[in-house]
């Protein structure tokens, strides 16, 4: 089955940073866009970053020229480079895949991420 292991949160003051890992398996990880998403509270799942198979990688604005998505078909692996942290910046982010060809998405079980001095 389709399985995400996500590492690499913490704790980080403003303008650290931060290397987030999703290991993925139960499918062919190469075929897939692989997205970040994070959730805050009170506020709905966001996506921040797509590391798409045909166009490359793709940023939410808030977040481009600080994040950095990157994959490696190899290790099965997606990893979120994140510069310059912000507090805006804290929450749980989850590794996802949608799946077009039974309507599903997939979602890795979070890593936090707190940004705060």
């Known amino acids: 089955q389709v399985r995400f292991v996500e590492s690499g949160g913490g704790f980080v003051q403003p303008g650290g940073s931060l290397r987030l890992s999703c290991v993925a398996s139960?499918?062919?990880?190469?075929?897939?866009?692989m997205n970040w998403y994070r959730q805050t509270p009170g506020r709905e799942r966001e996506l921040v970053a797509s590391?798409?198979?045909?166009?490359?990688?793709k940023y939410v604005d808030s977040v481009k020229g600080r994040f950095t998505i990157s994959r490696d078909n190899a290790k099965n692996t997606a990893y979120l480079q994140m510069n310059d942290l912000k507090p805006e910046d804290t929450g749980v982010y989850y590794c996802n895949i949608y799946s077009a060809s039974n309507s599903r998405a997939y979602w890795g079980q979070g890593t936090q991420v707190t940004v705060s001095s």
């Open positions: 139960g499918f062919t990880f190469s075929e897939y866009d």
């Open positions: 590391s798409t198979v045909r166009s490359g990688p």
